[in-house]
C-alpha cells in the first residue's frame, strides 16, 4: 500500500520540488488515514504551496483512486534545516 501511496505523489514531486518542498507518505493508519509530509526547504517558496483546506482534499481524491480505503490525507508540515 505504500508503495502505491508514494506512486501517487511521485508525479507531484517535480513541481513541489521547484517551490523548495519534499513530500513522502509519512504513515497510513489502520483507519485509512494518510499522514503525508510536507518538508520545507530553507530556499522553500512559502506562498506558492496550495492550501491545506485545499490540497488535503486533492490528495485525498488521488489516493482513493489508487487505494480505495484511503478515508483521507492529513499534512505534517515540518521546517528542514
Do not use: N, Y
Amino acid at each position: 500500500m505504500h508503495e502505491a501511496l508514494e506512486s501517487v505523489l511521485g508525479p507531484l514531486r517535480p513541481g513541489f520540488d521547484a517551490d523548495g518542498f519534499d513530500v513522502s507518505v509519512d504513515s497510513i493508519g489502520a483507519d485509512g488515514v494518510v499522514i503525508v509530509r510536507v518538508g520545507h526547504r530553507p530556499d522553500a517558496c512559502e506562498e506558492c504551496l496550495i492550501p491545506d483546506d485545499m490540497l488535503g482534499p486533492m490528495l485525498t481524491t488521488a489516493m482513493q483512486r489508487a487505494v480505495p480505503s484511503v478515508t483521507r490525507v492529513e499534512l505534517k508540515h515540518e521546517h528542514l534545516a
